[in-house]
């Protein structure tokens, strides 16, 4: 991968905290939920319910689909990230700290009002590591993708 190519995919990463993730259920079906996330590089972390159906869907299946966008005014205006990624529940508790950190930086105003985030204990960490990133950036025409595998 290229520095540019690189360097964009970082920055829409850095400048987003929301992403929609499609998961598979027991029966094939894609379940598609948006989450709020944090990255540390090309490494995304989110948290789940323990028993969310997120949770039970990566148990079974760590492949996953996300994106990562925003609704801008005009379409050829579209930017984003579309990628394929192994999730792996976070068990390492210096890995659960810093991705816990790496969430509360994300959302200060959480901290601010007064809201504390939930302990390692309570909730299921993932780890996302993408193996296919597509890069989209309408500006260089409509659909226009850079596609790289990591």
């Not at 689909?65 to 609704?71: A, G, V």
């Not at 579209?78 to 529940?89: C, D, E, K, N, P």
């Not at 809201?115 to 390692?120: E, F, S």
């Amino acid at each position: 991968m290229d520095d540019t190519l690189r360097r964009k995919i970082q920055t829409l990463l850095d400048q987003h905290r929301t992403m929609r993730i499609a998961t598979l259920r027991a029966d094939g079906w894609p379940q598609v939920t948006t989450v709020g996330y944090a990255n540390e590089g090309f490494t995304i972390y989110f948290l789940c319910g323990p028993d969310s159906q997120k949770a039970q869907n990566i148990s079974r299946d760590e492949r996953v689909s996300l994106t990562i966008d925003d609704d801008p005014a005009q379409v050829m205006e579209i930017t984003g990230l579309s990628m394929a990624a192994r999730a792996v529940a976070v068990t390492d508790p210096a890995e659960a700290e810093k991705a816990i950190a790496l969430l509360m930086a994300r959302y200060p105003e959480q901290k601010a009002i007064g809201l504390p985030m939930p302990k390692p204990s309570e909730v299921r960490l993932i780890r996302l590591t993408p193996t296919v990133i597509s890069l989209l950036d309408y500006s260089k025409g409509f659909g226009h993708t850079d596609l790289v595998t990591c």
